[in-house]
């Protein structure tokens, strides 16, 4: 029976399926797996309860999803398809963790990465800053800040004040310029020789 074009036949339970039942398969000459999702899933379940109970390690009991849901392992919540993010590769087509758990983790990576620091370490400095922007002590803090030349971390700042560090160039000359620029003391400098000025004392 000659398959209809945008439907395949899965070798496994012999339905003529959408293209979309089936993941991909880069070396498929219609780039497609030989059995749908579903079939793939069964079988995935089957093997991993086999290898389970052949270790004498517990199997955990499959949770009633009802249809247009899945179970996030990590919460393990039940949550609609559209609270998933898609992977092509996966059997049923979505990724492991729910769109919430991948944002959790995905800070916890981010901390850990770029300053060396856990959720935990960062929420303690918030606390000994009292829950303030280590620079004004007016807005919460939001945004961890470092030494660009020694990633050592320096503290939690709100979005205005890491700017402005940014924008200072992390350097405290230039800090302390402004410092004095803001309380009326305007400098200028001395030429004390080409391309080289000092500041009045």
């Known amino acids: 029976m000659a398959e209809e074009p945008d439907a395949k036949a899965c070798r496994k339970c012999g339905r003529s399926l959408p293209l979309g039942a089936f993941a991909r398969d880069r070396n498929r000459r219609d780039g ?21 109970e052949t270790v004498g390690k517990p199997v ?7 249809a247009g849901h899945k179970l996030c392992r990590h ?7 559209s609270e998933w993010h898609r992977n092509a590769t996966a059997s049923d087509g979505l990724s492991t963790r729910c769109k919430a758990c991948r944002a959790v983790l995905g800070r916890e990576d981010h901390l850990k990465r770029a300053y ?23 807005a919460p803090p939001a945004h ?3 030494c660009h030349k020694t990633g050592r971390v320096r503290g939690v700042l709100c979005f205005n004040c890491n700017s402005a560090i940014g924008k200072l160039r992390d350097d405290p000359d230039v ?27």
């Open 144 to 146: 961890v800040d470092h």
């Open 75 to 81: 919460c393990g919540r039940v949550k609609p398809r």
């Open 116 to 138: 060396g620091i856990t959720e935990a370490e960062r929420d303690a400095m918030v606390v000994a800053q009292r829950g303030l922007c280590a620079i004004c002590l007016d």
């Open 60 to 66: 955990r009991e499959r949770a009633e999803v009802p």
């Open 32 to 52: 497609l797996q030989v059995h749908c999702r579903e079939c793939v899933a069964e079988y995935s379940a089957a093997y991993y309860r086999r290898r389970r």
């Open 175 to 201: 800090g302390r310029r402004a410092v004095a620029y803001l309380e009326g003391n305007l400098w200028k400098p001395i030429l004390v020789a080409p391309g080289v000025y000092q500041l009045p004392s």
